[in-house]
């Protein structure tokens, strides 16, 4: 019959092999050590250091005396004492049959085989449900981690983009107030230097005598004292780059002439939003040809940008010529 060890006969019979092979590579060691030491030829024996003297350079006086001869005294053997009879033997004792060894043979129930194979089984397979777990585990942690540092740059790029709008959106602030600002001391400058140019009221002053005013042969019941001035617009500044749809032309009955630039805005719509006169530019301050100027700038129209800013200011200058 075949016979199953168990794991620990089967790790005690390694390890008494193991133990064997260890004492036998000792014992040869062991015997074969000598033959690494012997010396050939072997060491002889030490020397013995006589002393031969030297008649020749001995010196002194006194010879040393005879020597003297020991006296020998006949000594009588002492008889040998009577040697006491040897004990008996001690009887045999009666040889004990040594036991016989008889082979163990070990047999397992074919129930115990099989419920410790299940048993290994499902360790194993405890095992590898473990590191199973372990690695998801892992996982899910490492994509936790990688979620979260996605998150705080995400809320870090967000918070960087609404400090930058923030700041864009005060500068652009500023450089509108600024540009009020400025447009309105110009107004107030333009209106101061203008006067009481736009006051209401009638009449042609004085004229010393009565008569009709104009050339000697005119229509008395004319109401138009001046000829007519015509002016084109001109785009520049921040509006070059924005095409022109409508440019109408501007007509003025007046008899002054000179150069007239109005600053003017466009929404992304390429309408107009503002329109105010500026004296940089300008050649004159005619109220005359600056209101004819800003009221033909609002008629404008400029092509459509939807990614052009809130409000693209530049100039338009009118040059009026008296025809």
Known sequence: MN?????????????????????????????????????????GQPGILVNLGFVDVGQGDENAAAPVQPQVTEVEPTPPAPADPPPPPPPAADPKPAPQQRDVIVTEDPSEVALRKQKAREEAARQAEDRRRRQEEAADERRRQQEADAERRRQQEEAAER????????????????????????????????????????????????????????????????GISTG??????????????????????????????????VNPDGEITKANYTQNGSSTADPTLVAAATKNARRWRFAANPMAPAEQCGRISYNFKVQ
Do not use: H, M, Y
């Not at 062991?30 to 012997?38: G, K, Q, R």
């Not at 005598?209 to 008395?220: A, K, L, W």
């Not at 780059?241 to 003017?264: C, D, F, H, K, M």
């Open 232 to 265: 084109s617009g001109r785009v520049s500044g921040g509006l070059g780059g924005r095409g022109v749809l409508a440019s109408p032309p501007v007509q003025e009955n007046s008899q002054v002439s000179g150069t007239v630039v109005i600053e003017v805005c």
């Open 163 to 226: 400090r930058r709008q923030q700041e864009a959106a005060a500068a652009a602030k500023r450089a509108a107030e600024e540009a009020e600002r400025r447009r309105q001391a110009e107004a107030d400058a333009l209106k101061g230097q203008l006067g009481g140019a736009f006051g209401q009221g009638s009449g042609n002053g004085n004229t010393g005598q009565s008569g009709n005013q104009g050339v000697d042969d005119g229509d008395p019941n004319a109401d138009r004292l001046s």
């Open 3 to 43: 016979t199953t060890l168990s794991e620990s006969e089967i790790r005690g019979d390694r390890t008494g092999k193991i133990t064997a092979g260890i004492g036998t590579v000792l014992i040869l060691l062991l015997l074969i050590w000598p033959i690494f030491f012997f010396q050939n030829p072997p060491p």
